[in-house]
């Protein structure tokens, strides 16, 4: 449909374009010289419009995916996420990882083309990750909620803070900000203060 609509809208412009190219080929004189200069313009200026717009939403999605890395780096950090901070034997609520954006940056496409796979698959590798993870933190909390043995609560803490899950978001997070500060536009460097706090953890 979309390629429908795409030929729809310019094959009319490009049409009158050429015609007006051939006219003023023949007539030599302003008129069709300045109907090919306005078609062009206008052709021109449809395709600028369309790659400025795709380009500032990929600046927007780089930043909000930095954003979101950054919150969730200070979510894994947590003391939550420490069994040694933990009173002994005491349920408690964990902290979700967020994958907001990435679910978005996933469902628009905007990375889907060939330049950006590395970053599309790291985001394909987090949102699986995110919602492993999460969902191992429903199950511990129901567990420790509902069955409140302190043997078996220090236990499942402990599990959970050498979980796989626990150990590939930490790296997915680290791995997705290097990318996006260092492959990415200029305007996104800014924020590489975060891969060097990422680092230093």
Same mark, same amino acid.
């Given at each position: 449909?979309?390629?429908?609509?795409? !030929?729809?809208?310019?094959?009319?412009?490009?049409? =009158?374009?050429?015609? &007006?190219?051939? @006219? @003023?080929? *023949?007539? /030599?004189? $302003? #008129?069709?010289?300045?109907?090919?200069? =306005?078609?062009?313009?206008?052709?021109?200026?449809?395709?600028?419009?369309? @790659?400025?717009?795709?380009?500032?939403?990929?600046?927007? $999605?780089?930043?909000?995916?930095? +954003?979101?890395?950054?919150? %969730?780096?200070?979510?894994?950090?947590?003391?939550?996420? %420490?069994?040694?901070?933990?009173?002994?034997?005491?349920?408690?609520?964990?902290?979700?990882?967020?994958?907001?954006?990435?679910?978005?940056?996933? &469902?628009? =496409?905007?990375? &889907?083309?060939?330049?950006?796979?590395?970053? $599309?698959?790291?985001?394909?590798?987090? /949102?699986?990750?995110?919602? #492993?993870?999460?969902?191992?933190?429903?199950?511990?909390?129901?567990?420790?909620?509902?069955?409140?043995?302190?043997?078996?609560?220090?236990?499942?803490? *402990?599990?959970?803070?050498?979980?796989?899950?626990?150990?590939?978001?930490?790296?997915?997070?680290? +791995?997705?900000?290097?990318?996006?500060?260092?492959?990415?536009?200029?305007?996104?460097?800014?924020? =590489?203060? !975060?891969?060097? +706090?990422?680092?230093? %953890?």
């Amino acid at each position: 449909m979309k390629v429908l609509v795409t !030929l729809i809208t310019f094959f009319p412009l490009l049409l =009158g374009f050429i015609l &007006a190219t051939v @006219w @003023w080929t *023949k007539e /030599r004189n $302003f #008129e069709p010289l300045l109907t090919a200069l =306005g078609l062009l313009a206008t052709i021109t200026g449809i395709f600028a419009e369309r @790659w400025a717009s795709a380009y500032e939403k990929r600046i927007e $999605f780089l930043r909000a995916l930095l +954003n979101e890395c950054r919150s %969730n780096e200070a979510i894994l950090s947590d003391r939550r996420f %420490n069994s040694n901070s933990h009173q002994s034997g005491r349920p408690i609520v964990f902290p979700r990882l967020i994958v907001s954006v990435t679910e978005t940056a996933l &469902a628009s =496409g905007v990375f &889907a083309e060939r330049k950006d796979r590395e970053l $599309f698959s790291l985001l394909h590798q987090w /949102r699986h990750t995110v919602n #492993e993870f999460n969902r191992r933190l429903d199950i511990t909390e129901l567990r420790v909620f509902t069955n409140p043995l302190p043997q078996e609560i220090d236990s499942l803490y *402990k599990a959970l803070q050498e979980s796989k899950e626990f150990n590939d978001a930490i790296t997915l997070t680290r +791995n997705i900000a290097s990318i996006i500060s260092t492959q990415y536009p200029e305007k996104i460097r800014p924020f =590489g203060v !975060l891969l060097s +706090n990422l680092n230093k %953890n």
